[in-house]
């Protein structure tokens, strides 16, 4: 069964940190580009960042670089998100995807909230 998981999610003040996890199963991680999206309320989803199949190269949307930094683990067939210098603004549901010009997989997301 084709699946992803998301933790790492939860309430933070700003300029806190939070690390996401997303654990994969049932397909092989290796072989898929590995996105975050987030989707906040009333707006559309949006990429965040992209890591490629062997984790050299990756992309983030311009409202996040130097801020946050995806990577990767094929051995442990995981992703990860880490969310340092966080704002208000950054509060979302974070959802994490696996990505290949076939077929992709969604997580089922997880609440980010940044709240004083």
């Known amino acids: 069964q084709v699946q992803l998981v998301e933790s790492g999610g939860g309430l933070v003040q700003p300029g806190g940190s939070l690390r996401l996890s997303c654990a994969a199963s049932?397909?092989?991680?290796?072989?898929?580009?590995m996105n975050w999206y987030r989707q906040a309320p009333g707006k559309e989803r949006q990429l965040v960042a992209s890591?490629?199949?062997?984790?050299?190269?990756?992309h983030y949307a311009d409202s996040v670089k130097g801020r946050f930094t995806i990577s990767r683990d094929n051995a442990k067939n995981t992703v990860y998100l880490q969310m340092n210098s966080l704002k208000p603004e950054d509060t979302a549901v974070y959802y994490c995807?696996?990505?290949?010009?076939?077929?992709?997989?969604w997580g089922q997301g997880t609440q980010v909230t940044v709240s004083s």
């Open positions: 049932g397909f092989t991680f290796s072989s898929f580009i």
């Open positions: 995807n696996a990505y290949t010009s076939a077929v992709e997989t």
């Open positions: 890591i490629a199949k062997t984790g050299g190269s990756t």
